[in-house]
């Protein structure tokens, strides 16, 4: 290959001027692809459509090598399934290898190879407009995700063309961004990048990823797109990945910005030497890195690296041998939204609710007296429940709250409406006419939050309290209707004190795609019991962020029965709102204690602990058994608690069920800072529950010796069995 056909192997354009969907490229693209300039395409789509551009790209240029299709398939390609952290909630990496697989048979059947996800950045601050992307705050729920999307994406086979690439983004601490503010810098130590934000990303490589991308960010001072320790480093060196490493969007020439490089092509050789393969947007691979590379062997020898493992990819989706395997337009017309994908999104949607409040056992409404008032704009909103990131998803095909709601009412349960205002600012009018609805209504059903608009990328939030209008309308109808059934449509973790205090009941819908209103209609009535658990804390205010139950102790640990000298708020209890792992569903449980099978082990022998649990209720249910373990004296001060371990597991009425959780010391490994992990000896307590802030029952295993590891603790996964 020519160094001109090399460099453009590197290049990723964008279909269209914008980010916007467009398949219908110009001439002068054409002329571009036919000249060997473009090595992959995003957002583009349409089976037949992709199907002629590929075979310009086959046919018409010189090499004939095929092009790269890619888009943000992140939860959906047609058939939208709930935001990723609404799948995470689910704890159930069942449900999100499903998602995963439609959305990459529907995006496959429309001409895409590679989806930019899973978003695996850890995230423990709700300013953070994109926490919705991820799986929460946890590294070992998100190394879970994590694995599970990249088997549902990739399948077992990249070469089948049901499946596609999936790329783990954003290397390696996009979501620390100082204060929430997206695409800004994190600082943090080595230990945290690697205890924390890093082992859902290993996971995502163990699991065999075939992409990663890198963040636009800095982490203390280094922007990761143009630094060689944080990708090649990691990535290659310490990992062993050997796949394709592509920048985000105008990463590269945004080194200038962040102060690192003078000029374009200062930029393109940082991104390259740091291990950046393909050059989302920018265009300085293609412009500005052909004179430096005269007469620089190193840097030749980089592009020859760059350009092996866009081919290898290449390769591995079987474009070489079947270039048009993904351009059957029969297959997209079938495949799209099909009502067997809708059932699914509906089970997912079910699956991710979280009930965090049931005081009077309001819900479920299964036999509700007198008619039922939905009170809202959120209730009647489509758009909001695709979420971000909707790929070809449509508004027009998504079931609202209030037509799942309506359609679903009980025999002879008429469902009327108010909307109750907007969102960003109180309509008094509108909110009166609520009120005064909700004074007769036989039952009220409250949909309040955050639309589509207010997470996702760029949209960060100084205030992670409800919008004005919003509040104005929750505190007038609670404060006449405090039975009311609070739905609770958000993005992200949110601190509604108010609410949390006067409302009896609180069901957090999250954004749930376009089945939203079945979904919820199965959940209120009662088809459905919610059992999904919070994937991250949710604080009382803005002020607690960033806010984990997974910190370290304090010296001064908090202690409600002192005024000072303890680790405190001076004006705000410093628990969460609703804890980590919390969730309540229509049964009830208990836990039996504990019990080792060993209590002492080697440095690398398994060992495992079991419970019982039982369903003391009268209705057969799903609990979410959670392991967490914590290291009580070690080198350095370890995390009050960690998880380690879960298991959503359905248990009939009056029965009980045994959930054995089998684990390595390694899980305990801490990091070092010459790359390698200890395994330390001494004791390690395990607690088990059904939320963070409800363990009980703590047992201790003796790890009799240290050794080292080179994996991440936290992104290990426990085997989990039930019997
Ligand atoms: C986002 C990425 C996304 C890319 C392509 C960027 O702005 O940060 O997550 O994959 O755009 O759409």
Redesign the pocket.
């Known amino acids: 290959m020519s160094v001109d056909q090399k460099l453009g192997q590197l290049v990723q354009a964008a279909g269209g001027r914008s980010?916007s969907l467009n398949s219908r490229l110009t001439d002068a693209e054409l002329d571009r692809v036919r000249a060997g300039k473009v090595g992959s395409y995003?957002?583009v789509a349409g089976a037949e459509a992709l199907g002629e551009l590929q075979r310009v790209a086959v046919e018409e240029s010189e090499h004939g090598i095929p092009l790269l299709f890619?888009?943000?398939v992140?939860h959906g390609y047609r058939t939208i399934f709930p935001v990723p952290i609404a799948i995470a909630s689910s704890f159930d990496p069942s449900a999100w290898e499903e998602a995963a697989r439609i959305s990459a048979d529907e995006a496959t059947s429309a001409g895409l190879h590679w989806t930019?996800?899973p978003?695996v950045d850890i995230a423990r601050d709700a300013r953070w407009g994109?926490i919705v992307?991820g799986a929460g705050s946890d590294p070992y729920l998100s190394s879970v995700m994590a694995a599970a999307q990249v088997r549902g994406y990739q399948g077992a086979s990249l070469g089948e063309p049901h499946t596609m690439l999936a790329?783990a983004?954003?290397l390696g601490a996009?979501g620390a961004a100082t204060g929430g503010r997206d695409y800004g810098s994190a600082d943090l130590s080595e230990r945290t990048l690697h205890e924390v934000y890093l082992p859902s990303f290993y996971a995502a490589e163990e699991a065999g990823v075939g992409s990663f991308?890198t963040?636009?960010n800095d982490i203390g001072g280094q922007p990761v797109t143009g630094t060689e320790a944080l990708v090649d480093g990691i990535l290659r060196d310490q990992w062993d990945f050997d796949g394709l490493v592509v920048s985000?969007?105008?990463a590269i020439a945004e080194l200038l910005n962040h102060g690192v490089a003078e000029t374009r092509g200062e930029a393109a050789v940082l991104a390259l030497q740091a291990g950046v393969d393909m050059d989302?947007?920018s265009g300085v691979f293609e412009t500005d890195l052909k004179a430096i590379l005269d007469g620089n062997p190193a840097l030749t020898a980089d592009l020859d690296r760059a350009v092996g493992h866009i081919l290898s990819v290449k390769e591995r989706l079987g474009l070489f041998d079947q270039p048009f395997a993904y351009h059957d337009a029969g297959r997209e017309e079938a495949s799209l939204l099909t009502e067997e994908n809708r059932a699914a999104a509906r089970d997912i949607a079910a699956r991710s609710m979280v009930l965090l409040k049931n005081e009077s056992q309001t819900l479920p409404l299964s036999d509700p007296a007198g008619d039922i008032l939905v009170i809202g704009t959120l209730a009647d909103d489509h758009l909001t429940q695709l979420g971000s990131?909707r790929a070809r998803g449509e508004a027009g095909d998504v079931i609202s709250i209030l037509d799942g709601l309506t359609d679903a009412a009980p025999d002879g349960v008429t469902v009327s409406y108010e909307p109750g205002g907007n969102i960003q600012t109180a309509d008094e009018d509108a909110v009166d006419a609520a009120v005064q609805a909700a004074e007769t209504a036989g039952n009220v059903i409250l949909v309040i939050g955050e639309d589509y608009d207010l997470s996702g990328?760029?949209r960060s939030r100084s205030s992670v309290e409800l919008p004005a209008g919003q509040k104005a309308l929750a505190d007038a109808v609670l404060a006449a209707r405090p039975d009311a059934v609070v739905l609770l449509v958000t993005g992200r973790a949110m601190a509604i004190p108010d609410i949390a205090e006067t409302a009896d009941t609180i069901l957090l819908t999250w954004m749930l795609g376009v089945e939203a209103g079945p979904a919820v209609a199965d959940v209120v009535y009662g088809a459905r019991a919610p059992a999904g658990r919070l994937p991250v804390d949710f604080p009382r205010a803005t002020g607690q962020l960033p806010l984990t139950y997974s910190e370290t102790p304090s010296g001064r640990p908090a202690n409600p029965d002192l005024s000072v000298d303890s680790n405190r708020y001076m004006d705000l209890p410093i628990t969460p709102q609703f804890a980590f792992g919390h969730g309540l569903t229509y049964s009830t449980f208990s836990y039996g204690q504990p019990q080792l099978s060993k209590s002492a082990v080697g440095p690398q022998e398994a060992f495992s602990i079991s419970v019982d649990i039982t369903n003391t209720s009268d209705r057969d249910g799903e609990d979410v058994v959670q392991l967490y373990m914590r290291d009580p004296v070690s080198r350095t001060s370890r995390p009050k608690k960690e998880l380690r371990g879960f298991k959503r597991v359905a248990i009939p009425a009056g029965q009980s069920v045994t959930v054995t959780f089998t684990l390595s010391p390694a899980q305990s490994a801490t990091y070092d800072d010459d790359g390698s992990w200890l395994i330390e000896a001494g004791r390690l307590d395990f607690m088990i529950g059904p939320s963070s802030d409800s363990t009980s029952g703590q047992v201790t295993v003796e790890v009799t010796e240290a050794a080292e590891t080179r994996v991440p603790a936290a992104a290990i996964e426990t085997e989990v069995s039930v019997q």
């Open positions: 980010k995003l957002h890619a888009m943000d992140v930019f996800a978003m994109r992307e790329t983004k954003h996009y991308m963040a636009f985000d969007w105008n989302m947007t990131w990328e760029a």
